[in-house]
């Protein structure tokens, strides 16, 4: 059984930062591709970020330039550094894992329980 536990949010002012981490237990790892999502309430869950297992990265609009996805394979974790944060960015953050390259949350077959991050103005 797949399990992701991801760790790391919290409330923070608008311009500061934040680190997300979600580690993996199994070693469908180095594999797969890990990526982080986000619901606010009252919408849809989104991409954010995705990693695969050679490193090629894919961001959502809304928060290129601000957040980095990176990956530890030999510690099974990725982590997602969110910088420069909007209170738009305010919601649950998602690590999910999948066996292919994808931005829709239905396509991504392991989830963690989610990490909140809410964003004061």
């Known amino acids: 059984q797949v399990r992701l536990v991801e760790s790391g949010g919290g409330l923070v002012q608008a311009g500061g930062s934040l680190r997300l981490s979600c580690a993996a237990s199994?070693?469908?790892?180095?594999?797969?591709?890990m990526g982080w999502f986000r619901q606010a309430p009252g919408k849809e869950r989104e991409f954010v970020a995705f990693?695969?297992?050679?490193?090629?990265?894919m961001y959502a609009d809304s928060v290129k330039g601000r957040f980095t996805i990176s990956r530890d394979n030999a510690k099974k974790a990725v982590d997602l550094q969110m910088t420069s944060l909007r209170p738009e960015d305010t919601a649950v953050y998602y690590c999910a894992a999948n066996q292919f390259q994808a931005t829709k949350a239905l396509n991504y077959n392991y989830w963690g329980q989610g990490t909140q991050v809410t964003v004061s103005s």
């Open positions: 199994e070693s469908i790892f180095s594999t797969y591709v």
């Open positions: 990693i695969n297992w050679s490193g090629s990265i």
